[in-house]
């Protein structure tokens, strides 16, 4: 038996304590108005849902991704580099560029760059431009910055209930109680933890989306793939084309949820092929109340 469950609504939005937390009159007032658009955007989505499925419920996790590029904050006009317009609080505009300047030369890294075509610039990629302003010649010289900005995603969720078969509840748990395996949520890459996918729960297979299982309470062995960025593993996988799943034993307890996620061993970051570079781990235990 397959049943796919879709969960509570939960608003990850500014709380008014968290309004009167900040500082500025502004601050809080853009706070309130960012509330306000989140709760009327998810109020359509879920009247738009609910005219397909009455019954559905629906569940939401706010979570961004940092930001690693970000454009210069230009727009010049039609094939030419003449400035209309600066974006407000962009680098073009902190490095002192206007409305009406003139590019003649815009270095990257000590490479041209033709301003005309998208160009994304990372932190700390170093600026060097001369411009024409009126009879002027203006220089600059000066480091990208990307600015601090919060990590979020909308998406909405679904989850799947394993078969009653896979685990009896221990005698000492309600006979409605469960908890979530997840590889939902993000892991902190500061600590080598990446993303991971879930192959199997004891013998059951899953579907690469199936990322929130709801599981009595009891242990399961789960087979886990490792989603480590390319990037990381480069020399490795030149020699290993396909990994195997490897083995996590779990043991799961109602209202818990258990963030599973792939830790990367640095020290073998240039090992051959044949050499365990990951090993599955459980990253993060959450409450969350559970019932079937």
Known sequence: MRVIVLGIVMLLVPSPSFAQELKSQKSKMLAKELKETINDAITRIIRYEKEISPEAKIEFNLIQDNEETQSFGLILKKDSTSVILVTPGSNAEKFGIKSGDVIDSFRVNGLDVDLRKPVLFKNGDRIKATLTRGAT???????????QLPAWELTLVDTINISDELSQPKPEYAANSCGHISTYFRPPPSKSIYPASIDRVNEQKLRTEDRIIKVKPGKYTLMIKELIPYRETVHIRRFNKAEKPLQLEITVEPNKDYYIGAKFDMA??????????????????????CEF
């Open 137 to 147: 010649k203006v220089e600059i010289s000066d480091y990208f910055q990307l600015p």
């Open 268 to 289: 073998q970051r240039y090992a051959k092929a044949g050499s365990e570079f990951w090993q599955p781990v459980i990253w993060k235990i959450a409450d969350k109340d």
